[in-house]
């Protein structure tokens, strides 16, 4: 099993998936990172996540 150790010294790459300012201040310090625009399916609305599970399902 590897040691968590080997992950230092390494080249930093980030996916963030979330609040588009992480994003900005990564790739500020030059820090290579993708955003990826993601929201919950039907803003988290039971009732509608309801109906697409139907409607997908």
């Keep these: ?3 968590i150790n080997y992950i230092f010294g390494k080249e930093l790459r980030v996916l963030n998936i979330g609040l588009e300012q992480f994003y900005l201040d990564l790739k500020g310090q030059g820090i290579k ?4 625009d993601w ?12 109906l697409l599970s139907k409607l997908l399902g």
């Excluded at 929201?39 to 309801?50: C, I, K, M, N, V």
């Design 33 to 36: 990172c993708v955003q990826l």
């Design 1 to 3: 099993m590897k040691s």
């Design 39 to 50: 929201r919950p399916p039907a803003s988290g609305d039971q009732e509608t996540l309801d």
